[in-house]
Structure formats: C-alpha cells, structure tokens
C-alpha cells in the first residue's frame, strides 16, 4: 500500500576511534522504517556498524511475549571468530537496531565506558525489572536511579563479553534481557567480570519510564551554543550518548528522532526532509487511490470536486474511490462521477442510499487499494481544499505516511501526532507548539 524505500546496508567509518579497538554490532533480519532511523544515526556520527542476522529468519518471538534469545546467539558465534584475533583490550559495543538511535560517536562512547573506574562490563539501565520482577530484590543496589538491567546496549572488553555470552546455552526463543540478568545476578561473575550497569544514563538511555526525566533541548546557550537539539537527562545532569525506545516508549522515540541525529535545527530545518525527498519521474510515477469522503454538509463542494480534477497527476494512474454520505449533495456527486468516472484507471462509488459507515468506507478504500496494487493511499475529505501540485509533492517527500499538521500559533492545540503524553493522549504544550510553529513558519 505505500512504497518503502530502503537505505543501501552502508559500513560506516569511525574517526577518532581506530577500527582495529572498537567493534561495534547490532542484530536486524529485514530492514524498516527503525532500522534506517538507526543506520542514518550512525552515518551522522559516523559509527561503524556491522549487521547481524541479516537477511536470516527471525526465530527470536515478537513483542507479544518475552524473547530474543537469537541476539545472543548470533553475537556468539561473531565473538567466537573476534576471540581469534583480538586482543584483551579490544572493545566490543552491541545495540539493539530498530529502536535505537546514536546520538554521539565511538570515540565519545569509548571515552565514558573507559573513565568508569573497575568496570570491564556496562550494561544499559531502567526502572522497571524486567521480565521477571521477582529478581528485583537480588539486585545488589535498588536505591540507585535506573537500578535493572536491560538489554539493549552494552559496551566492554571482548575478553569479558565472550564469557558472558558463552555463560550457558540460550534457545533462539528463549528472552535475551532475562539471560543477560541472569548473568548479571551471579555474584560471582558479576565480580570476576566487573560488570556494572549505566545508573546515571552516561553513554545509555532507556526511555521507558524515564519520559519525565529526558527532555529534548532544542538549543543551548550555555556552556557553548548547540546548533542541533539533543537530549538531557535531568534527574542525572546526562547527556546520554545512545538512546533506546524499549517497551512501549517507541512512539516517544518516534517523535525525539524528527529532531535528533541532526536531523533538524533553528538554522537549518528539516534535514531529514531534504534526505528523504526523492525525484518523480513521470514515466514511473507510482499508482494512488484518490478516496474521496464527503461525510458533511460541505459549503462549496463544485469547487472541491473541481480541485481534484485539477490535481497535476495522470488519472490513468489514479483509482478514484467517492463516497458521499450526504443526501443533499447526492445529485452533484452523482453528476461529476458520471462525467468524470471514465478518466480514471478505475473508479467506484460509495452513496448515502449504501448505507456504510464512515469506518466501513474507509476500511473499503483501504482494501480497494491493496487488492489494486496500488502504492499509495491519498484520502482527502470535502472539508480540505488541495492544491493541484499537494499530490506530487507529498510522494517526493519519500516518507512512508503523511498527515497534515495543524496548529494554533499561540495556543495550546495541536494534531501533531509526535506529541504524546504519558496517558495516551495529544500533549498539549504551548512551548512545545511554538517550537513547531516556528519550523514550520
């Protein structure tokens, strides 16, 4: 139903950092919209990424339960080949991929990892004990901010690395976060290994249940000004290195990465927009279902129908649905499809006398589009009114889904779907929509 655009699988270059010390890894098995977020992030700060997995069967479950044993497996058996040729001092850094975001380079990371006195090992830290909440109390320290382990950053030494994935047998299935606590509880090697977990959010933050404490900063005067926004940490005073979108906090990331990895700024805008902007070309143009809802007595409705006619696109790669819903405007409906039906590669009708609701003819757009084949989806109530080049320019922007941003300048309100609360709901902040107004003036 939409095209996916896939960023080439690019080994990016450290600088400072000398290749041959550091290692740094991640597991993906297909490429989404989170992996390529995570790949332009180490490009910007130029992390040399090696892939795991790639294009293998994903073994490992879903979020609907506890998993990802297959993590641990496939860096098993990459260690095994590293423990051949490095030496103690080599530094071997994991992330997860498709919620994850660098927001600094491997020499920043490094330099953290190696001022943290007596720690060979550093895992990433959260609130929550997770996914055995009994193991909290065998935890050595709770008083600490973030006192649990989680898996989705580490950083150490090979040596230590190494015997830590090869600690037991793990099944593809089974949860790696849990086989990581496990190793982690052990006294005895978490003493012998010095491991230690990143309490304070120095090089790792982990979103979930920590959304009151990280706030975006979209400039700074002082020490030195910031031209890029970035995340702090304020209950710890942090500005964390590598950030992690666990558990249900990915939509809070979704929203921080619109911002971070320079991808936006006061002087220079929406980088990321201009990355993703592609060329049309008129002998490959894409195929859109144009569904039409009239759900409202709508003022001026021949002018609206008249605005799509006048949308620049060829309609022989248009599939028209309309679907009207009110009596009243039934005899002009019914005259332009009538008219205007056969320019297009097809065309359906959806009347008041159908008696559809709202949800159901959507639903049927939807459905009409992916049994077409169709690329995209461009649905357009009466109410809006759309300038005959919106279409064409919506597709060169070379997302995957679109939506119009409204806002009150001034005022407390918002559509911006990036700005959720902890309940579920639009946040509704007036410094926060001044910022977005301010980008978008």
């Not at 994850?100 to 720690?119: N, Q, W």
């Not at 990321?272 to 039409?292: G, S």
């Amino acid at each position: 139903m939409k095209i996916l655009i896939f960023l080439p699988l690019f080994l990016f270059l450290a600088s400072a950092v000398a290749l041959d010390d550091v290692t740094v890894l991640t597991v993906a098995t297909e490429e989404n919209d989170g992996f390529k977020r995570f790949l332009r992030s180490a490009r910007v700060y130029g992390v040399a990424v090696e892939v795991l997995g790639k294009g293998e069967t994903w073994n490992g479950g879903d979020m609907n339960y506890a998993g990802g044993g297959q993590k641990v497996n496939l860096l098993k058996e990459k260690l095994s080949e590293l423990i051949k040729t490095k030496d103690k001092d080599h530094i071997v850094l994991f992330t997860d991929s498709y919620d994850v975001m660098y927001l600094g380079g491997v020499d920043s990371i490094v330099d953290r990892f190696k001022a943290m006195e007596g720690t060979r090992v550093l895992f990433s830290a959260e609130p929550f004990c997770w996914p055995d909440a009994k193991l909290a109390s065998m935890y050595p320290n709770t008083e600490v901010p973030s006192p649990y382990l989680n898996s989705g950053g580490f950083i150490g030494y090979l040596p230590e690395i190494f015997e830590i994935v090869n600690a037991r047998e793990i099944k593809d299935k089974d949860d790696d976060q849990l086989y990581y606590t496990k190793v982690y509880l052990n006294e005895k090697l978490r003493g012998t290994l010095r491991i230690n977990l990143d309490h304070k959010s120095e090089i790792f933050q982990n979103l979930n249940g920590a959304l009151s404490d990280v706030q975006l900063r979209i400039n700074s005067t002082e020490p030195i000004p910031e031209e890029w926004p970035f995340v702090e940490n304020v209950a710890t005073k942090q500005r964390p290195l590598i950030i992690h979108g666990n558990g249900p906090s990915k939509l809070t990331l979704n929203h921080l990465g619109n911002y971070l990895a320079k991808s936006w700024s006061h002087k220079e805008g929406c980088t990321l927009c201009e990355e993703n902007r592609i060329k049309l070309e008129d002998e490959h143009l894409p195929k859109v279902m144009l569904a039409v809802f009239i759900e409202q007595s709508t003022p001026f409705l021949e002018d609206f129908l008249k605005q799509l006619l006048d949308i620049d696109y060829p309609k022989n790669k248009l599939q028209l649905l309309l679907r009207n819903n009110v009596e009243y405007h039934e005899e002009m409906v019914d005259k332009f499809f009538q008219e205007h039906s056969k320019e297009y590669a097809t065309a359906k009708r959806i009347k008041p006398s159908d008696f559809i609701s709202e949800a159901e003819a959507r639903d049927i757009a939807k459905d009409r589009c992916v049994s077409s084949v169709c690329d995209y989806l461009f649905s357009v109530d009466s109410v809006a009114r759309v300038d005959s080049r919106t279409l064409r320019y919506l597709l060169s922007s070379g997302y995957g889904v679109l939506a119009p941003l409204l806002v009150r300048p001034g005022q407390a309100w918002s559509n911006f779907w990036g700005a959720i609360n902890a309940s579920g709901f639009y946040a509704r902040s007036a410094d926060y929509m001044e910022i977005v107004y301010n980008s978008i003036r």
